[in-house]
């Protein structure tokens, strides 16, 4: 049975796609499974990433890492679904044709949004791409801050989204870019909330997937 596939798609730059591409690899990978990463990202983020990981052999163990252009991620895809119980795609912050092969090949398609008006506005052009190529898409608040106004407007108005919102999140956390720098997932740094926040939202992902 071919594995599942991830796409990792939002407009805007900066909105987290390398950061959630990782954390959830790490947390599926702690399950169990064989995780492919693919980065069509040119700026090579989690290229980069994995080949800090690889500096530790045991850590790749599990891991699978290969780059591909637009054009080429469907032939990518089925050879890496053939050999893995999950591909994920991290894509360039774009909404445009190119980006509609990465939505083609998903099981599901994940938008990190930052909490910000600005970051949230962006995201309603992924979801019509992914709506046109028939794909369920979840929305995923990245670096929130409890208890502020920001925090709560964004998080009503993205109610209003045309995608289901997780209410699992990642908070603003220092853990997240720390872990990016060292090749490492958040939940890897240590016992804390960056952990639980990883390991619930790997578990939401992993009912999403397992509902087809």
Known sequence: M?????????????????TLAANLAIGFRER???VALVDLDPQGSLGRWFMTRAETPDLVKGLEFATSSAWG?????RKLAGEN??????TPPKADSDLRPALRVADLVMVPVAVSHVDLWATESVLDLA???GKRAL?????????TRLGAEVAEAAAGLAAQVLPQAFAHRVAYAEALGRGRGAGEMG???????????TEAVAQALAAG
């Open 191 to 201: 016992r804390g909330p960056a952990r639980d926040e990883v390991a619930a939202l």
């Open 2 to 18: 071919a594995g599942q596939v991830i796409t990792v798609a939002q407009q805007k730059g900066g909105s987290g796609k390398t």
């Open 139 to 147: 929305v995923v608040l990245n670096r929130g801050k409890a208890g």
């Open 131 to 133: 709506e046109r190529e």
């Open 73 to 77: 991620i469907s032939y990518e895809c």
């Open 32 to 34: 169990g499974l064989r």
């Open 85 to 90: 119980d999950l591909v994920i795609i991290d």
